[in-house]
């Protein structure tokens, strides 16, 4: 009696072996390391590696372990004063088109990475950084592309010389279009109709004039949301690219927000300037009668100036602004209908339109520049990287304009509200340009609604903090456990130990973001999974009690207990499961270790000490349990 | 070992007219105190910001606070928390229009007595400073925490937090009903009210802070308290088969008495590490512990003295508890 057959043994070696091995990552440092990533176009590959493998060994300040992945280059060195030396020399030998940032890197060995495994993902609040939570004003948004369709709505009228009385946006939303008369409100309709299909059009009649009430069609409406989200994400990830940190995280979050995680930072004064900025486009038409060549030897035409290209190079554009990204509606990446190769589909309002119209049909043949603005506030530092102070103490800063030409096309036919920019080489790229002529077009404002900044000591302290509750709350636990049922508390106490392991390595697997709450979630989970045990070994003793042997109490108890444990467990699950589909931010990182640890201790209190109790007592005559 | 004696035949639900009106004082006390003096709301659900900062030797409240005045921050709540030299600085979200960079100037205050301005990051423990034109060292005003909550995302955390637990304490209703049987399930969730009210009453009388955490652990308290519940739910439907004698009052009282040990174990074992993450997890730690304490300990009274005597009061029978008996019996195929 209460033998396990060997399959069962199978499984849990099956369990406990993977659960070990990935917890093991957890038992190593970290190393100082640095984080290399391309800014825009600017990507990281071999060549890159080599480059920066080269300058390291010639000051003599090599890594001890490179990887290149999908994020960029990692380099892990010695200590943090080659580090430092290192992070200097690579930043000079890459420029301005890479970000170099300090990082921490996880020092677990390379078999145990190759076998995918990695320590758990710290929490902003246990290793400290900064959260935002941006909310994108989509009314905004849709209030600002009412009023282009008030201008485009006139335009339409004007041109196919339909009567109207007045055009005007409600302050409740909706267009309000009043006509003359029943036929000129027809006419206007069948006009509008053609021209914008976004619209939806309900005739009205308000004293004794005839109304059409235009409003957004639902789709419009959603296309409206979604493409002022990832215009902001884009521009988001940009900027955040330019702060230069290891690991960050721009993530949409249901339809309007957007959370932003910079581990490690602790200006946040600085994080939130250059994440607030605002970046527009301007249109210019490139002067290519005067040398490219002697302009950049120094003779710039008066009229003209050099700007710098997004691929590195250099290119002269005239001065006079045709249009700006203000007058650009949509920017989406395609294919061309009849040569499929990838385009990217450009729409402007009524007014950019107009300009464009004219503007590219006397320049056929001529190229025309997008030009990438964004204005910069940036502290000003002496010769060693500090920050200059002025008398009163305060941070100087600078204002620096940003300019870089994104895309410069020819021109191959006069163009008006939408036209498309060919001969782009692949789908990416096509991708890339929409997105940055998006981040630049007509900006929707953001608002930051929920910050959370843990500077770096109280994040080393709650990693203390939280380490310490959980092997002190463990450690109580183990021993009332040995106290009370002896050699069965060793049992539980195995499991209790095992169930631990387990978390840890799930939660490496699985590479849950693990917070403070989560670590509360872990202790919590320690004093509950014991629960199992308590009502097994309770019930075993019953058995005892009523006057079974000791191997029928053991069977008994365990099956008795099962369901109950069953039942117990699940429910705690039910809650667990609505925190985590319902809470936010911290109130999610408890449910994570609570569902998980929920599981596992099913696993370890259940079929992890029956292997133990059979290995011990099963198929022998015991007379009495050390229970 | 034993905690409890072997055969423990004390008469609960006995007891249930005196618990009862224990119970309801609680909860009355609860609701009135939460019309008289409400929660002491945390900003996660008020909205506004929160500023911890810890100097590098002990300082004055009242020159925080005249400095943060100083700045134009009149309406700030400044106060130590652990020691002297850690303080913590509250700013109520003034008006729809309060944003993010409040919590900067209110840094920016606090660092120009000393002079110093953040530097660029060089250190991964300390924040470096610029003193004076000096430097970098380390800062005498450390940022610990910086918190801020949006006006209207204040409210909507609220709304989510409430809606929460509805769907927690439905979603288990449900699975109770099915499980068991309905009486057994409103049993359960009538108990799951009962001690996540006196829970929120305790919150309000002590003018505790009801934070996120808070929150969190009052969901927990509503598991870990089912837990309870069902374990003598299951022995009571067990009783109810076995026992072809007794009235349902004899057996539901054995059936709390054969739990009454594990029920004090299991709520020992958690209030142990309850304890050590109260003494040891810190300050944010905190109130997430007090509110775990207070609800193992109702909720251990009220799958005693509550759960049952509601099921029982609802008319249980023993034709109710054989509708079950087939879901007993497919549970022992799939024993370990």
């Known amino acids: 009696m209460n033998r396990n057959p060997l399959w069962k043994y199978v499984i849990i070696a099956a369990v406990i072996i993977p659960g070990f091995l990935y917890a093991l990552p957890n038992l190593y440092g970290e190393d100082p390391g640095v984080h290399v990533a391309g800014v825009g176009s600017f990507t990281t590959d071999e060549d890159t590696l080599r480059q920066i493998e080269r300058a390291l060994a010639e000051q003599n300040t090599a890594p001890i372990r490179t990887t290149l992945d999908a994020t960029g280059i990692q380099m892990r060195f010695a200590d943090t004063e080659t580090q430092l030396k290192a992070k200097d020399v690579v930043q000079a030998e890459l420029g301005d088109d890479y970000t170099v940032a300090l990082s921490l890197l996880p020092s677990t060995p390379n078999w145990l990475a190759d076998l995918g495994g990695a320590p758990m993902y710290l929490g902003l609040d246990l290793r400290g950084g900064v959260h935002f939570l941006m909310e994108v004003d989509v009314e905004g948004a849709i209030k600002a592309a009412e009023e282009r369709y008030v201008a485009d709505l006139r335009s339409i009228l004007r041109e196919s010389k339909v009567r109207y009385l007045t055009i005007r946006r409600s302050a409740q939303g909706g267009i309000e279009i009043k006509f003359r008369d029943e036929l000129q409100r027809d006419q206007g309709r069948e006009e509008i109709l053609d021209e914008l299909s976004q619209l939806k059009l309900v005739d009205d009649e308000r004293e004794g004039k005839p109304f059409i009430v235009a409003s957004l069609r639902e789709e419009a409406v959603e296309e409206i949301k979604s493409f002022a989200l990832q215009q902001n994400m884009t521009s988001l990830r940009n900027r955040v690219d330019e702060l230069g940190v290891a690991e960050p995280v721009v993530q949409q979050q249901g339809d309007r927000r957007i959370v932003v995680q910079l581990p490690g930072v602790q200006d946040t004064a600085k994080a939130k300037e250059i994440l607030g900025r605002t970046a527009t486009l301007e249109i210019k038409l490139v002067d290519e009668e005067h040398d490219l060549e002697s302009a950049i030897r120094g003779s710039v035409p008066a009229g003209s100036r050099l700007y710098r290209h997004r691929n590195g190079s250099q290119i002269l554009l005239k001065k006079p602004l045709i249009y700006s990204g203000h007058n650009i509606v949509d920017a989406a990446a395609g294919r061309d209908q009849l040569s499929g190769t990838a385009v990217v589909h450009i729409t402007l309002d009524s007014r950019g339109a107009e300009i464009n119209q004219r503007v590219t049909g006397e320049n056929v043949g001529r190229r025309m520049a997008v030009v990438f603005v964004e204005e910069r506030s940036e502290t000003k530092l002496d010769e060693a990287g500090r920050p200059v102070v002025n008398d009163q103490g305060e941070v100087v800063k600078t204002r620096k304009r940003i300019e870089e030409v994104i895309t410069a096309p020819v021109i191959r036919e006069q163009l008006g509200k939408r036209f498309q920019i060919e001969g782009l080489d692949s789908s990416e790229e096509a991708q890339d340009l929409a997105l940055l002529l998006r981040a630049g077009a007509l900006a929707t404002p953001i608002d930051i609604i929920e910050e959370r900044t843990i500077g770096p000591s109280l994040g080393r302290d709650n990693i203390n903090q939280g380490f310490r509750s959980v092997l002190i709350g463990f450690s109580l636990v183990l021993i009332f456990m040995l106290i009370y049922y002896r050699l069965f508390g060793v049992v539980a106490c195995t499991a209790l130990v095992l169930n631990l392991v387990l978390i840890v390595s799930v939660l490496s697997l699985l590479q849950a973001t693990l917070t403070l709450p989560g670590v509360a979630g872990i202790v919590l989970t320690v004093g509950m999974a014991v629960d199992a045990n308590v009502l097994i070994f309770e019930r075993i003793r019953e058995e005892i009690r009523n006057g079974n042997t000791p191997q029928a109490s053991i069977h008994v108890g365990y099956d008795k207990a099962f369901g109950t444990i069953l039942d117990a467990n699940f429910t705690t699950l039910i809650a667990a499961i609505v925190l985590f589909s319902i809470g936010s931010g911290p109130v999610k990182g408890f449910a994570v270790t609570l569902s998980i640890g929920i599981l596992t201790s099913m696993f370890t209190a259940i079929f992890g000490t029956r292997a133990l109790i059979n290995l011990m007592y099963g198929g022998r005559r015991v007379r009495k349990l050390a229970i | ?336």
């Not at chain 2, 618990?19 to 709301?41: D, H, K, W």
């Not at chain 2, 512990?289 to 509601?310: E, M």
């Open chain 2, 1 to 336: 070992m034993e905690l409890i004696g072997k055969d423990t035949n004390i008469d609960f639900i006995g007891k249930r007219k005196l618990a009862l009106i224990v119970s309801f004082t609680l909860i009355v006390i609860g609701i009135l105190s939460l019309f008289v003096r409400g929660l002491n709301f945390g900003i996660e659900f008020t909205g506004g910001t929160l500023v911890e900062v810890a100097y590098d030797q002990p300082v004055q409240i009242a020159e925080v606070r005249a400095q943060l005045a100083d700045a134009g921050q009149n309406d700030a709540v400044v106060q130590y928390f652990g020691t002297t030299r850690d303080v913590s600085i509250r700013l109520p979200a003034a008006d729809e229009s309060s944003t993010a960079q409040i919590s900067t100037e209110t840094l920016q205050a606090l660092r120009a007595p000393f002079k110093e301005v953040l530097a660029e990051k060089t250190d991964g423990g300390e924040q470096q400073c610029m003193r004076d034109g000096q430097g970098p060292v380390a800062c005498k005003v450390q940022m610990r925490r910086i918190e801020f909550i949006g006006p209207q995302f204040g409210e909507e955390l609220a709304e989510n937090g409430g809606l929460a637990m509805l769907a927690a304490l439905f979603l288990i209703m449900l699975y109770v009903a099915f499980r068991f049987e309905w009486k057994f399930s409103i049993g359960s969730v009538a108990a799951l009210g009962h001690d996540v009210l006196i829970a929120i009453g305790i919150f309000s009388i002590f003018q505790l802070e009801f934070t996120q955490p808070v929150l969190a652990a009052l969901l927990a308290v509503i598991g870990y308290s089912l837990n309870d519940t069902i374990v003598v739910f299951d022995r009571i439907r067990e009783n109810f088969r076995k026992m072809r004698k007794g009235a349902p009052v004899e057996i539901m009282n054995q059936s709390i008495n054969q739990t009454l040990r594990r029920t004090v174990l299991t709520s020992v074992t958690t209030l142990l590490v309850l304890f050590a993450l109260f003494f040891l997890g810190g300050e944010v730690i905190r109130g997430f512990a007090v509110a775990l304490i207070i609800g193992v300990i109702i909720g251990t009274y009220s799958s005693i003295f509550v759960a049952s005597p509601i099921v029982l009061m609802l008319g249980l029978s023993r034709e109710d508890m054989l509708l079950v008996k087939k879901e007993g019996a497919d549970q022992e195929q799939i024993l370990p």
